[in-house]
């Protein structure tokens, strides 16, 4: 089932006002998505300042390259979860890149925050039934904040040694020209129920 995102709030409001059941089903594993989207944000973002710390922002982009899968692989473990994180401009197509759900709340994140709202608050989750059973999806947007502008921002912004870096490590990279406060892209939670 596709939404249309235009009127989301209030299907969403009729939803849950129709369906106290679901909402009631559904309360615990947000409560649990949001704190493993949070861990991997928070991992991420203290791995990202203690390597630019040590070796710069060249040596950082291993944090992303590397360290993130690691961090979203292994909560993905712990929690029995697909955890990523997916980007509407991907740097890694291999991982990043959102499937048609993602892309839609993607967009729609896209548009709340030009219509002015926190894009550090933005989420959504639903209950869908896909082909393979019926799962729990939620999606936390993560803003391009100061410090990912440092790899994320305008090329003309982005220092030599980095673009140079990006270039022989994501030839395929889309994931610049950003500016603090976009949405980046976002965590994405997929659980079975």
Known sequence: MSLNFGILPLVVALFVAATPALAQET?????ASRQAAGKLI???GAQLREELAKGGPAGAIAVCQRIAPEIAGRISRETGWRVSRVSLKTRNPMLGTPDAWEQQVLAEFDRRAAA???PE???FSEVLEEPA???FR?????????LCLTCHGTPEAIDEAVRKRLWLDYPHDRATGYSAGQIRGGVTIKQPL
């Open 133 to 135: 059973g019926r799962f």
């Open 138 to 146: 939620y999606l936390k947007a993560i803003p391009a904040q100061p």
């Open 27 to 31: 309360a615990p594993l947000l409560a």
């Open 121 to 123: 608050a933005l989420e």
């Open 42 to 44: 928070q991992e991420l």
């Open 116 to 118: 002015g709202e926190k």
